[in-house]
């Protein structure tokens, strides 16, 4: 197994990956447990897609899933793609192709070391919703792009390009220098999301679901902001949040 595929084991999980549109390698079945209507299902959804489905015994499915035992897959695997991740400039070079074709703004979301995978879907699916041209993702201490993600996504990751970089701060400014105002969406300010100007080519920052923006990250964004909060609840979910931060993006651009 390649170094960025990954294995999505059990019959639900399997079936959602195929469902979902995630790119699969092939579908791995223990071999006899087939004519199982759930197996059926799987099967029929794998030739659907066009996914090649192996039969296995038990030692080589148990081996090709990591040695988990077949009982704890339910005798059902997939094996991943590697996700066709790319870098900040592509990002750059789709927003500057949306505003040749008219685009008066253009918007990146950048997540700061965001761990959950399903968190990390429901950005992307908002993203592509609003029509950023991009998310870029730190390559360590992060969510990469999983099943879970395509899930949360709702299958919005094949629709608009992910970086996947090592470095946030060089990321910042080379978003910086393609003249986007780089603004973090943070607690730790007085200023509220509705007097904040987001008009035009927005990176927008989103933090780590415990603690938020790093201070490093911080440092380079050239403003926060945070949403108004009347309730007792400390904050939003990190992935709710975004979402109204790119909202309130696409109504000042929009609206």
């Given amino acids: 197994m390649a170094e960025d595929n990954h294995m999505v084991l059990g019959r639900r999980a399997t079936f959602e ?8 390698e092939r579908v791995l079945v223990y071999d006899g447990v087939e004519h ?11 030739q659907r897609a066009g996914v090649r489905v192996e039969f296995l015994p038990k030692r080589k499915f148990e081996a090709a899933c990591g040695n988990i035992e077949g009982h704890a897959s339910q005798g059902v695997a997939a094996e991943t793609l590697p ?6 400039r592509d990002v750059i070079a789709a927003a500057n192709a949306r505003q040749e074709q008219g ?7 950048v997540c700061d070391h965001i761990t959950d995978a399903g968190n990390l879907g ?3 699916r908002s993203a592509e919703s609003v029509g950023a041209a991009g998310v870029v993702i730190p390559n360590a201490r992060s969510a990469q792009v999983t099943a ?7 299958g919005a990751v094949a629709h ?12 910042l400014q080379e978003l910086k220098d393609a003249g986007f105002w780089v603004v973090g969406a943070s607690e730790h300010t007085h200023d509220l999301l509705w007097d904040t100007d987001m008009t035009g080519r927005i990176a927008l920052v989103m933090g780590n679901e415990h603690d938020g923006i790093s201070e490093l990250v911080l440092k380079n964004c050239d403003l926060a902001c945070k949403l108004p909060q009347e309730g007792a609840i400390s904050s939003l979910n990190v992935a709710q949040a975004a979402t109204v931060f790119m909202y309130e993006w696409l109504r000042q651009n929009h609206g």
């Fill in 122 to 124: 429901a950005i992307v």
């Fill in 160 to 171: 608009i390009p992910i970086a996947r970089i090592p470095n946030l701060k060089r990321a």
């Fill in 36 to 46: 199982d209507a759930s197996i059926e299902d799987v099967l029929k959804r794998a």
């Fill in 83 to 88: 996700f066709p991740y790319v870098g900040v």
């Fill in 103 to 109: 685009a008066a703004c253009a918007l990146v979301v």
């Fill in 148 to 154: 879970a993600t395509y899930k949360t996504s709702a």
């Fill in 17 to 24: 990956a195929l469902k979902s549109g995630m790119p699969l």
